[in-house]
């Protein structure tokens, strides 16, 4: 499988989010408390661009009229509906088999074994960067 | 099952959920179960309710359905049962009164609550002790909250009231922190609360619709289930299911083909606006397959009787709605010709099982 070293770790400390174009595929990396998640920039929901939604927490199940905020940094607000998504699983938070196109995160290794699907974009550690590795197409440099 | 219940025929049992007591004389009947300070206010005033200022040109009354001596329709115990439950076999009627809904959109909520006790008592004497097949209706003022529930207490150990009522009119959504202690109050006896329309506009409730008042009585009528969308919305969104898991909710005579919209729309935002509700673990929609009830009278009558039963099948009918006839008035929906073409098992269910579940009333009479 094609790999794609598409940046420097340091460039994405924790907290920090970046957008990348691979291949003719737009897919956003998240920095979630130290674990890099990178999915594909489409919302499944509606197709909007949700890697660029807000970064935020929310409001965990609680009694009623109790408030309980939590999840910061750990949730994905999709900028066209609002859909909140969990940055860690990809799950909708209503809907868990509504999920966020994900690329597994490994440091180094056959990231191809875990490769499910063509929007499933394994991501890899390889001497300071991170690689997104594609099925299929042609290997080289990040487009 | 009953000792002494006439063993089962092949004829299916019959609930209906919305028939209509009466007072031939309110003042006169209500007085004796006023106290004396409230004597004396119904013998200056009457026994005042608000009224919404709409009038149907046909009356409310069918005047088929005067009693033998020219009185108000509804207002004799014994001719109902021989004009309406006789007639067309029916195993129960759950009673829902005539007149005092009104108490709960009235100023003063001292009267309602007055008001409340002494058509609750007269019920009790008057009517549940008649016939076994008659079940009350506990009447409450819901704009005293507190003071409904102790009515609630008071009245529930009564097992021949099988549900708490109240006016659909109001001036705020009932799934509001305010009203929780009727909730509360009928769940403590799991029984559930029914609303009614007639008092929408009347009173302390707000306008018919957001945008005011409508013209007429056919209006009016028409657009009541948009207050039931209103306050059914209400109880899911506030969580009143999660905090009352035993609550459940009657909407009687308001329709049903508006439910697959407002559960479509509901769980749609459910999606994004989840973090608005916490306290909500399910879908919207779940929570009135779970909670909500209605009843079937004026039923909708589209011109293909297939594309009721799309929207039967749209909201899990077959275990929420209950056959109502609003017996005696002009809207009557005979048992006979309605929702005829209902398939076999969900008629049974319809127009008696659902409503033997939720009334507690599984054994046939004697």
């Not at chain 1, 699907?117 to 590795?133: I, M, Q």
């Not at chain 2, 004799?76 to 759950?94: E, Q, V």
């Not at chain 2, 507190?146 to 799934?175: H, N, T, W, Y």
Request: hydrophobic residues 40%; aromatic residues 10%.
């Amino acid at each position: 499988m094609p790999r794609y070293p598409v940046m420097k770790e340091s460039d994405l400390p924790p907290g920090a989010r970046k957008l990348v174009h691979v291949a003719g595929v737009e897919i956003g990396l998240f920095n979630v408390a130290g674990k890099v998640h990178a999915y594909r920039n489409v919302c499944p929901h509606g197709g909007a661009p949700v890697c660029l939604g807000k970064i935020t927490g929310t409001t965990l199940p609680s009694r009623v009229y109790e408030y309980d905020y939590g999840l910061d940094g750990c949730i994905l607000r999709c900028p066209w509906h609002g859909w909140e998504f969990d940055l860690r699983t990809g799950e909708h938070l209503v809907d868990p088999t509504t999920r966020l196109k994900k690329i597994p995160v490994e440091s180094g290794g056959d990231a191809a074994a875990s490769l499910e699907n063509l929007e499933r974009f394994p991501v890899e550690s390889e001497g300071g960067s991170l690689c997104v590795v594609l099925p299929g197409g042609k290997a080289g440099g990040p487009s | 099952m009953l000792e002494n219940t006439p063993a089962i025929t092949a004829r299916p049992g019959l609930i209906d959920t919305d028939v209509h007591n009466a007072f031939a004389n309110v003042r006169e009947e209500l007085r004796p179960y006023l106290s004396r300070a409230w004597q004396a206010y119904a013998d200056y005033h009457g026994i005042l309710m608000p009224g919404t200022g709409y009038n149907s040109s046909v009356g409310v009354q069918r005047e088929d359905a005067r009693t033998p001596s020219g009185a108000m329709a509804g207002s004799d115990p014994d001719f109902m049962i021989t004009d309406h439950l006789d007639r067309f076999g029916i195993d129960f009627a759950i009673l829902t009164g005539s007149h005092v809904l009104g108490i709960s959109v009235h100023t003063d909520p001292d009267w309602g609550n007055a008001v409340a006790t002494a058509y609750n008592r007269n019920l009790a004497e008057r009517w549940l002790g008649r016939s076994h097949r008659f079940r009350g209706s506990i009447v409450v003022n819901h704009s005293d909250p507190e003071a409904a529930a102790r009515e609630i207490r008071r009245c529930a150990p009564d097992k021949r009231f099988v549900q708490v009522l109240m006016a659909s009119g109001s001036s705020r959504l009932f799934g509001q922190r305010f009203f929780h202690p009727i909730f509360e109050a009928a769940a403590e006896f799991n029984l559930p609360v029914a609303v009614h329309p007639g008092t929408e506009g009347a009173g302390t409730a707000g306008a018919p619709t957001p945008a005011g008042r409508p013209t007429r009585y056919f209006e009016w009528h028409n657009i009541v289930p948009l207050n039931f969308m209103g306050h059914i919305n209400s109880l899911v969104c506030e969580g009143a299911f999660e905090k009352f898991p035993q609550l459940r909710f009657v909407a009687i005579e308001g329709g049903l083909a508006w439910l697959p919209q407002l559960m479509w729309r509901m769980d749609k935002n459910y999606k994004a606006l989840r973090s608005e509700v916490p306290w909500l673990r399910k879908l919207p929609s779940q929570y009135i397959r779970d909670h909500v009830f209605v009843t079937t009278q004026p039923v909708e009558e589209p011109e293909k009787s297939p594309h009721f039963l799309q929207i039967l099948e749209m909201i899990n009918a077959p275990g929420n709605v209950m056959y109502s006839s609003d017996y005696p008035h002009w809207d009557f929906d005979n048992p006979r010709m309605t929702l005829q073409f209902l398939p076999k098992e969900w008629k049974q269910r319809i127009f008696h099982d659902n409503a033997a579940a939720l009334y507690g009333l599984a054994a046939r009479p004697a």
